[in-house]
């Protein structure tokens, strides 16, 4: 019961960060801030401290993120490393193909990527949105 409270908690927290990223107004009025930058560099670690928490808690029930096609049976902190290393990478959209996602991890990482995509152009359109006001 609690892994799913937490879960959503982590998921509230994700959904949360986007949009204030999306309602947030910079100070300044040039294309690029350094408050932008800063808000999409800290909204990233967010997207993939909170994915990887999420394949962490899923990992611990039966989801599992395969290295190099093999199971491994490590230690809680070497999986915490490997589920925020494999969620960076996601996001990213690197995807370097080590580590290998099953069952429900697929679909997770597949929205993950998608929003780890479309972020850099939402990055635009919000900095020229806000020159334009």
Do not use: C
Not at 14 to 22: E, N, P, R, V
Not at 48 to 62: A, R
Not at 75 to 102: C, E, K, M
Request: hydrophobic fraction near 55%; avoid cysteine; aromatic fraction near 18%.
């Amino acid at each position: 019961m609690i892994p799913i409270v937490f879960l959503l908690i982590l998921i509230f927290v994700i959904y949360k960060s986007i949009k204030i990223f999306f309602s947030y107004r910079p100070l300044s009025t040039e294309i690029f801030s350094i408050q932008l930058f800063f808000s999409m560099l800290f909204l990233y670690s967010i997207l993939t401290i909170g994915f990887g928490l999420v394949y962490l808690i899923l990992s611990m029930h039966g989801l599992i993120l395969l290295e190099g096609m093999e199971l491994h049976n490590m230690a809680l902190w070497h999986r915490l490393a490997q589920s925020i290393y494999f969620s960076g990478v996601t996001l990213l959209t690197v995807g370097y193909g080590d580590i290998t996602p099953v069952g429900w991890a697929r679909p997770i990482a597949l929205f993950e990527a998608l929003i780890g995509y479309t972020l850099p152009a939402a990055f635009f359109m919000k900095a020229w949105h806000e020159k334009e006001r």
